[in-house]
């Protein structure tokens, strides 16, 4: 088949969204021809990922940038808020482009793989063709239990988040391109029950697309370490963590955050009243490598995210079989269950202190009984390429 791939952000070697972009555009490629619309600068590093890779043959990258207008000073100067602006006006440019490129190539099937919220819009949904959506996100919400957690800032920023996603379900087309879509790929149940998709909808969380390659030779034994990673800012719920730890039982039990942000002092001053100060290590950026070595070593992964659509870090722990903590609740919750049931736990939410003591029960379990530490690489239950490549033969045959 000729595949249109329409993937805003996809770029090796900077997780998240562009690492689930270039999985999408490799999954793809395993089997058919590829046309991947991307951000112009992304090509320069695509190229050179794919020099030495096979499938190079059977993609095609094209680049697609507003250079001069408005959109791109926005994003520059507002954060967030511009970023989401920009896309929309990239999502018109990709619409054009895929035009164009459908006139000279004719394509099977399109996939829009990347920034794939029920409540944004889809450029290439204009085409005439059998469409691909997804994984989609945006349906988890933070439980309302939890959100003291978050703090007087972390409160504010996730209410106008709530209330941006709201306004951008609203504007017109958002929901109406989702709708043009003959398989909706979802990240987690909570989305897929606020977009009501019950025939075209699967589940399939982006965190699966994560490839670990080839792991170095085992260490001899776990660590004591309750490692935690990613920025420190309020809804990755680092002052859970540190109240999770002040009810471990294990007292050689360390809580190690692998990240920084403006989180960083309330975790400390936390820590520090709670007598903390020297079991909890925040050792700002480091290395990926670095990174993967310690997960890989950790007593526990500690996932204590107040919502998430997802979590590619939760998927590379347990693809090293590093056990995992954190909520029955949203995407990691959904990741977990790729994965045998022995090498995580997935606890109610509910108040802080009932929270933390929860999340500290379960990681004493893995502390005081590790699972061994593989020498390969553990994969989830399904394949993601697997599940991809299904979704454009459904597509294409419906």
Not at 7 to 22: D, I, M, N, R, T
Not at 260 to 285: H, K, N, Q, T
């Amino acid at each position: 088949m000729k595949v249109l791939l329409s993937a805003y952000a996809c770029e090796p070697g900077k997780g998240s969204e562009p690492e689930v972009g270039l999985r999408a555009m490799l999954a793809a490629a395993t089997r058919h021809d590829v046309w991947v619309m991307t951000r112009r600068n992304n090509i320069e590093p695509l190229e050179d990922f794919l020099a030495s890779d096979p499938a190079a043959d059977r993609i095609t990258l094209v680049g697609i940038d507003d250079d001069d207008g408005l959109a791109l000073r926005l994003k520059k100067r507002l954060g967030t808020f511009g970023t989401q602006w920009y896309y929309r006006s990239w999502q018109r440019l990709a619409a054009e482009e895929a035009q164009e490129l459908h006139r000279r190539v004719g394509f099977d099937v399109a996939h829009h793989a990347t920034f794939a919220s029920y409540w944004a819009p889809i450029g290439i949904a204009r085409l005439d063709v059998p469409l691909v959506v997804g994984p989609v996100g945006g349906g988890v919400n933070p439980p309302l239990r939890l959100m003291p957690e978050l703090g007087p800032i972390g409160m504010l920023t996730d209410g106008v988040r709530l209330i941006i996603r709201t306004l951008m379900a609203r504007l017109p087309g958002a929901l109406a391109d989702l709708k043009a879509a003959r398989v909706v790929l979802v990240q987690n149940p909570e989305t897929l029950a606020r977009i009501g998709h019950p025939t075209t909808g699967r589940l399939l969380s982006n965190a699966l697309s994560v490839d670990l390659g080839r792991l170095p030779p085992a260490p001899e034994k776990r660590t004591r370490e309750i490692i935690t990673t990613g920025r420190l800012i309020p809804l990755k719920g680092g002052v859970t963590a540190v109240r999770a730890l002040s009810h471990v039982s294990d007292t050689d039990a360390r809580l190690v955050f692998v990240g920084d942000g403006p989180e960083r002092d309330r975790i400390e001053r936390l820590a520090d009243r709670l007598g903390l100060s020297d079991r909890v290590e925040i050792l700002g950026w480091r290395p990926r490598d670095e990174v993967v070595a310690r997960v890989r070593e950790a007593g526990v992964y500690l996932h204590t995210a107040i919502h998430d659509e997802a979590s590619l870090s939760v998927a590379e722990a347990l693809s090293q079989g590093t056990p995992v903590v954190g909520y029955d609740h949203g995407g990691p919750a959904q990741v977990m269950s790729s994965w045998p049931s022995e090498l995580w736990a997935a606890v109610p939410a509910s108040g802080p202190d009932t929270s933390a003591r929860r999340l500290a029960a379960a990681c004493d379990d893995f502390l005081f009984s590790p699972p061994p530490i593989p020498s390969e690489v553990l994969r989830p239950a399904r394949s993601y390429t697997d599940a991809v490549l299904d979704a454009y033969e459904e597509a294409v045959a419906r």
